[in-house]
């Protein structure tokens, strides 16, 4: 990363993009319409941007599709854990600030270039997931959703503004295939039995046993592999989480 | 959008004119207009005005309709309101057996195919529900509730149609994006269960409506945008089976050359049982009739059907399910600088044959004011007015078109206050 050489946001010791750069205001309000592309359908998401190692451009119509997707993936701690753990599967992560997104995108390009052949799978978008999610990925195209330390909005007038609420739980179930797990986690209480209660009571997801949530590696990172996560955990700070299983509505 | 834009867009009314709407019963046996808040019915049947009956707790409404519909049986009618009212009319005795209280602005209705379920979306992008079960004259007073059906995440719906079959429930938005729902058997519990994404418009989607024949009964969907295309689609997949740049083909086939610029589609009528249909384009004085080949799944523009005289730019369109006429109405609300608030004109297509698939229009006749069901009687009831003077109606035509504009086009921000909203933003202001 020679021409980050005197690029004051880019750390000298470890080439990693520094977070201090790319502060941003802690929430932002997903109702506003900001001014970035959103592509017209998924046929429309250009893979071989996003995932240059693995689908090239002249294989417009690969079938490998994007598996994967962290809803609101902040500085992208959970992408960058799943990347070795399923180096097989594409995943993006979805963020609503420019800021930050760019902060991710540089991150996974500095590790690419720090680990050849790593950190192929991951890349990131800004978009607002709230609106746009259909314009992204087809009918059954994903296989795990993640909504980790989504903002609270406590004001009641604001719950509309939440990533989990009955409607657009009813997109999710959408783009998620049968089988398809949705995790979700918050130290904020509130919102924790708020997301379970959207969840519980939506006809087309079930709730996963101790025992299958025992058998799935991807649980542990829940709490440890994001920002957020580690930022509760330093404050010793409880965490709740709802993990749901897409099923198929019963006729 | 902001919630305070869309809160704020509450309160202005002033700059939002609203378009004149028409439809046409089922079986022709009325045609209804609606203009600002007035709603008018002539009784093609009787062959006379209807005066409306509503002793609901709040009669009649107060602001502009912004939708009106017939149910598929014939026997209700359904208006809805700026005033946030939804009021559902008995066509027999032309009472108001309910008057829905909405929380937001009312944008689109719809009624199921079995009459029972009345759906309504609102400016925020929420569709409701209300069950009619046990709704009869008696209970014309009952205050009905409406249940959440589904929604599209804050944006406007502009569109709901209930495919042919029942079975689903479409609904378009301002975000250029058409769903399919499955429409379920407890629609109070909500509409989990999405069939399919229509995504291929590339600005909002400004009308829906579905084309079906005995030989493809479960219908396919027509969109109309302000991309200047209508697209055909397959509801089962979402995928695209045509694309009309109808904008272009207006300018192209229309003699004495169209607006430039704005293309704008602002309504779409199918032709029961056949497969026309009818398309009004803003800025376009008349209509453009397209051909849809179900079985080669291709939409073909056949011509434009020009008016002359007159600056009529229809903004509704209306057609009975065994009719032979296409029904037209261009007008507005709250004309500036006129007395006459509730302009209206109708016109009237004669000529679409019943299951003549070969039809290409050219039977097409434009029906003049004396050859109109119920003539001179049906134009004072449904325009107001007899005649409508040339230079009122150019200004309802400029109206019309900056409404259209108004409605659907997203508000944008200046360029300096874009950078005035940034600069206020934590997030842009890098600490060093
Ligand atoms: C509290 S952070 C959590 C980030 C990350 N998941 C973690 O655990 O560290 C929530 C993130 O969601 C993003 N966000 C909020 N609403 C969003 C939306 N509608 N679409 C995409 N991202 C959104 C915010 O910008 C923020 O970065």
Redesign the interface.
């Known amino acids: 990363m020679l021409e980050n050489e005197s690029n004051p946001t880019i750390s000298k010791s470890t080439g990693l993009p520094r977070k201090r750069f790319y502060r941003a205001r802690a929430h932002s309000n997903p109702l506003s319409d900001s001014h970035f592309p959103v592509p017209i359908s998924p046929g429309h998401v250009d893979y071989s941007f996003h995932y240059p190692q693995l689908v090239s451009s002249d294989q417009a119509d690969s079938n490998k599709k994007i598996e994967f997707a962290d809803v609101g993936c902040g500085f992208g701690g959970l992408l960058i854990s799943l990347s070795t753990l399923f180096p097989e599967t594409l995943m993006i992560g979805m963020e609503l600030r420019d800021k930050v997104t760019e902060y991710v995108k540089e991150r996974i390009s500095a590790l690419r270039a720090t680990n050849p052949g790593q950190y192929q799978n991951i890349s990131v978008v800004r978009t607002n997931s709230m609106k746009y999610i259909p314009n992204y990925f087809g009918k059954g195209q994903l296989s795990k959703m993640f909504f980790l330390f989504p903002d609270p909005h406590f004001k009641e007038k604001n719950h509309r503004r939440r990533v989990i609420s009955p409607h657009l739980l009813d997109e999710y179930a959408y783009v998620l295939e049968i089988g398809g797990i949705i995790y979700t986690i918050t130290d904020v209480e509130e919102l924790g039995e708020w997301m379970k209660a959207c969840l519980a009571s939506h006809p087309m997801f079930e709730a996963l046993t101790e025992e299958e949530l025992g058998a799935d590696p991807v649980i542990k990172l829940l709490s440890t592999a994001t920002e957020e996560g580690q930022k509760v955990a330093r404050n010793g700070g409880q965490t709740f989480q709802a993990v749901y299983r897409r099923i198929a509505p019963s006729q | 959008?902001?919630?305070t834009q869309i809160e704020a867009g509450e309160n202005n009314k002033d700059i939002e004119v609203a378009p004149a709407l028409i439809s046409v019963h089922p079986n022709q046996n009325s045609v209804a207009v609606a203009v600002g808040s007035d709603l008018r019915i002539f009784d093609l049947l009787g062959g006379r005005g209807v005066s409306l009956v509503d002793d609901s707790a709040q009669p009649f409404h107060k602001d502009s309709i912004r939708a009106i519909r017939y149910s598929p049986n014939g026997k209700l009618l359904v208006s809805a309101a700026d005033d946030k009212l939804v009021k559902i009319w008995s066509t027999d005795s032309w009472r108001c057996i309910s008057s829905v209280c909405a929380e937001k602005r009312v944008s689109a209705v719809a009624i199921s195919n079995d009459g029972l379920y009345v759906c309504f979306a609102d400016k925020?992008g929420?569709v409701w529900v209300v069950g009619l079960h046990e709704l009869d004259g008696n209970e014309s007073l009952v205050n009905r509730k409406a249940a959440?059906l589904?929604?599209h995440?804050?944006?406007i719906i502009t569109s709901l149609e209930f495919s042919p079959d029942g079975q689903f429930i479409v609904s378009a938005d301002r975000?250029?994006?058409i769903?399919v729902?499955v429409f379920p058997k407890k629609p109070l519990?909500?509409?989990?269960?999405?069939q399919?994404?229509c995504?291929?418009h590339?600005e909002f989607v400004s009308c829906l409506a579905f084309i079906c024949t005995v030989d493809y009964f479960l219908g396919f969907l027509v969109s109309g945008s302000g991309d200047s295309t209508v697209r055909l689609w397959d509801i089962t997949s979402?995928s695209l089976l045509d694309t009309c740049e109808v904008g272009a083909k207006s300018g192209l086939l229309e003699s004495n050359g169209g607006d430039e610029g704005c293309y704008t589609v602002s309504d779409l009528c199918t032709i029961p049982d056949g497969n026309l249909i009818a398309v009004a384009i803003q800025g376009l004085r008349g209509v453009m009739l397209l051909c849809c080949e179900l079985s080669s799944k291709t939409l073909n523009a056949i011509k434009v059907v020009s008016i002359m005289g007159e600056s009529f730019i229809p903004t509704s369109l209306g057609s009975g399910s065994d009719a032979e006429l296409l029904w037209m109405v261009t007008g507005v609300s709250k004309l500036s600088g006129s007395d006459c608030d509730s302009l209206a004109r109708v016109r009237v297509l004669s000529g679409f044959k019943k299951s003549n698939p070969d039809s290409d229009g050219h039977e097409l006749t434009l029906l003049g004011d004396d050859e109109l069901p119920g003539s001179v009687k049906l134009l004072e009831k449904l325009q107001g007015s007899v005649t409508i003077e040339e230079n009122v109606f150019l200004a309802a035509a400029e109206a019309v078109k900056t409404a259209m504009c108004n409605l659907l086009i997203?508000k944008q921000y200046t360029m300096e206050k874009?950078e005035f909203r940034k600069r206020g933003?934590?997030?842009?202001k890098?600490?060093q």
């Not at chain 2, 519990?189 to 999405?194: C, P, S, T, V, Y």
């Not at chain 2, 933003?425 to 842009?428: E, F, K, V």
């Open positions: 959008m902001d919630d925020f929420v959440p589904l929604a995440y804050c944006s975000d250029f994006k769903r729902t519990d909500g509409a989990h269960e999405i399919s994404f995504l291929g590339t979402g997203k874009r933003r934590n997030d842009r890098i600490k």
